[in-house]
């Protein structure tokens, strides 16, 4: 595929389906290019010898060089037109035509054909079912948009066409400026992570917007964004977050949404910046664009305000930012010029009469403060201050000193001139003190993404043959469902377990109880069993006088269960001290997008009933699998809560990661539980496993 900068800058472009007839696509298309557009636009038309006094041309094969061919002609000719553009040596072609994937069966073949006729000439292939490309580097409206983007440093991509008319018309008197635009309709060539590639190569882009729906191959745009977000911050709001919502994008864009938490943790793990909402990523967008990285975590707060100025501050508690401390040289500063009853102490107010200069002076001496990483600029309107005046000078002293800023205008129109000097400068500003706190918040997270350094995932050396040994046998049996009979597959992967297995009659189960020696535990092995307790399947603290008569009562239950249960034996296994133990959880499940997604909990309620787990899309390096071990609301308990000794977590975030590459070896693993791992501070043991196998992977 060649680059895209061809598309974004080109120096002429046909419309295949031109026309002069108001209201259709054809025009809005041609017209947009015929007014904006610093290059030449060509028209193709059989029907027609000149559209909008242009000249126009049979087919896409007549037309004079040009770098990018729009299709908006009806599905079956689009397809020709597409074969023929490819023929001509055009590189880029956008299909705005719908009838593909997202309408049926047929609609899908035409879309294969998109792709092969693509591939075939190298092409790069927008859409189809798609509103079309902007870039106001050049004046290029290729889309049926009724409205132009302004020019500014994001690039947005969206795969709802219906978004990006309703964000272009919503930024359009908010400052808000765009270098590139793209529909990504059904994504047929092109998708997410190659305009991410673009645009992370791409000087003029400072930010990237995506409102993506699904992500077509999860690992590779992981890969691509991970190098990506090393330099242009990426922010996206995904869509069909909930249970319904995923739903509605299934109906959508024929898109299969991948599960949610497979996003959660791929988007994170690659540096993504998510928002829950569409002005969060906007708010987000702005003041990325426009304001510096902050150098530390420190806001400080001006304000002529007290009641707001709490509200801000209570915004800062909430979020991962703090309220910055003053070194004494501001603190005496400020006491030199505030009045009295004004305080110095963060959150600074500078109370009710103050002017724009004394705003300006208390700006320009925390802002000094190497201790201060931000500041929030608070006014609400009195007699004496001049909301303009404090613009221009927060404008001045925050480029001054490179420090980032935003404001809270906390009025109306009164405001409305002061908000717009803000802007012009790219400050951010907004009423609600909280929104200006999220703002700073992200900025934040950026910086803090930004030097998070990628660490290669482990490679644990591991007993292959004895993991093929396990696997044959599982395929041999024809058996998706394993449990405990497969714990070899653990040892294979030096992951510590009890010692014991499985026996299949009680005199051996005697000698094994004996051989492990003290009490042992037994547990009933059967594919048709998946919740062992729950049947009296386990029973622990097992002497060996005991052993035989434990092992009938089992089959006997199992039995009783399910009369027709398939038995494999009775696992006799060394029993682990749980006394001092913490009951954790590691698990996984595939995900069609980005593949295995390992999870670490707690046991019990943590799990079940709270839902206190973390996730990372496998292969899962060191430092992601400590902070598994570490974001869990329980994670107290493992660090040593109520005078418990911590338990060994270098050993748990090992288990984590051997579980990961286990998993990324075999893909015929489908689901994997090993719940419980015990873990105490002497070490961790996984006493229990289940797993589900793709017998098709085998
Ligand atoms: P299941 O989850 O199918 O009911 P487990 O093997 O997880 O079966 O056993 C149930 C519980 O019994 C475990 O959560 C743990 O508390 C206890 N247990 C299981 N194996 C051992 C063992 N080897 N030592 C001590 N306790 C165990
Ligand atoms: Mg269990």
Redesign the pocket.
């Known amino acids: 595929m060649g680059t895209l900068a061809t598309l974004f800058a080109p120096q002429r472009v046909a419309v295949v389906g031109a026309t002069d007839r108001e209201g259709s696509v054809g025009n809005a298309v041609f017209q947009n290019l015929v007014d904006d557009f610093e290059g030449e636009v060509v028209p193709v038309n059989p029907s027609k010898s000149s559209v909008l006094g242009r000249e126009c041309y049979d087919s896409v094969a007549e037309v004079p060089p040009v770098d990018v061919a729009v299709i908006v002609v009806p599905p079956d000719i689009a397809v020709e037109a597409v074969r023929e553009a490819g023929e001509h040596g055009i590189e880029n072609v956008v299909v705005i035509t719908a009838g593909f994937s997202e309408s049926g069966s047929e609609g899908a073949a035409r879309e294969r054909e998109l792709v092969d006729i693509a591939e075939e000439y190298d092409m790069n292939l927008v859409g189809p079912n798609c509103v079309g490309v902007m870039s106001t580097s050049v004046g290029l409206n290729a889309t049926f948009a009724p409205l132009n983007a302004n020019p500014g440093n994001i690039s947005f991509m969206s795969q709802s066409g219906a978004f990006i008319t309703a964000v272009l018309d919503w930024a359009s008197d908010r400052d808000i400026g765009f270098k590139d635009v793209v529909s990504l309709g059904n994504k047929a060539v092109l998708d997410e992570g190659d305009f991410i590639e673009e645009w992370g190569a791409d000087p003029d882009t400072d930010v990237v917007l995506g409102y993506l729906e699904d992500i077509d191959n999860g690992r590779a745009f992981m890969e691509t964004a991970r190098e990506v977000t090393q330099d242009t911050p990426v922010v996206v709001v995904k869509s069909g977050r909930t249970d319904a919502g995923a739903s509605a994008a299934a109906s959508h864009t024929g898109a299969i949404a991948g599960s949610d938490r497979a996003y959660e943790a791929g988007l994170e793990q690659a540096g993504v910046i998510r928002t829950e909402t569409v002005q969060e990523l906007f708010d987000t967008a702005s003041v990325l664009a426009g304001q510096p990285l902050p150098d530390n975590e420190n806001v400080a707060i001006v304000t002529n305000a007290g009641g707001p100025g709490v509200m801000a501050t209570d915004a800062v508690g909430d979020s991962s930012l703090s309220l910055a401390e003053f070194r004494d040289e501001t603190l005496s500063e400020l006491e030199e010029f505030l009045p009295d009853g004004a305080n110095i102490y963060n959150p600074v107010d500078i109370i009710g009469d103050a002017p724009a200069e004394r705003f300006e002076r208390t700006i320009d001496a925390v802002l000094d403060d190497p201790n201060v990483g931000m500041a929030i600029v608070l006014a609400c309107p009195t007699a004496t201050l001049s909301f303009e005046r404090l613009a221009e000078q927060t404008a001045r002293l925050q480029e001054a000193h490179d420090t980032p800023v935003a404001g809270v205008l906390m009025g109306g129109t009164s405001a409305q001139d002061a908000r717009e000097v803000l802007s012009d400068a790219g400050i951010p500003s907004y009423f609600d003190p909280a929104r200006a706190v999220d703002s700073l918040d992200r900025l934040q997270e950026y910086a803090t993404l930004q030097d998070r350094e990628y660490t290669e995932p482990e490679s644990f050396e591991v007993d292959e043959e004895k993991r093929d040994e396990v696997l044959a046998r599982a395929a041999e049996r024809d058996s998706t469902r394993l449990g405990?009979e497969a714990m070899e597959l653990l040892d294979a992967y030096g992951i510590p377990t009890?010692a014991g297995r499985v026996v299949d009659d009680p005199e051996e189960a005697r000698e094994l109880a004996e051989s492990i020696g003290g009490d042992v535990?037994m547990?009933i092995v059967s594919p048709d069993i998946?919740?062992?307790?729950?049947i009296g399947?386990?029973e622990?603290g097992v002497s060996p006088d005991e052993v035989w008569d434990t092992y009938e009562d089992l089959v006997a239950r199992a039995r009783q269960y399910q009369p027709d249960a398939s038995i494999l034996g009775v696992q006799v296994?060394?029993?682990?001290d749980?006394e001092e133990a913490t009951?954790t959880i590691v698990g996984v499940t595939r995900d069609p997008q980005f593949g295995p997604l390992v999870m670490f909990g707690l046991?019990g309620i943590f799990v079940e009933v709270l839902e206190d787990t973390s996730f990372r899309v496998a292969p899962v390096p060191e430092p992601e699998a400590r902070e598994m071990t570490e974001e869990i609301d329980a994670a107290p308990l493992l660090q040593g809560a109520r005078g418990r000794e911590p338990v060994d977590t270098d050993e748990l975030v090992e288990v984590i990661q051997r579980i990961s590459q286990l998993v990324t070896d075999v893909p015929a693993i489908t689901e994997l539980d090993i719940?419980?791992v015990?873990a105490t501070a002497d070490g961790v043991t996984a006493?229990?496993l289940r797993l589900t196998l793709d017998q098709e992977e085998l």
Do not use: A, C
Request: avoid cysteine; proline fraction near 8%; charged fraction near 25%.
């Open positions: 405990v009890p535990v547990k998946l919740h062992k307790s729950d399947g386990v622990v296994q060394e029993m682990i749980l009951e046991g719940n419980p015990v006493v229990d």
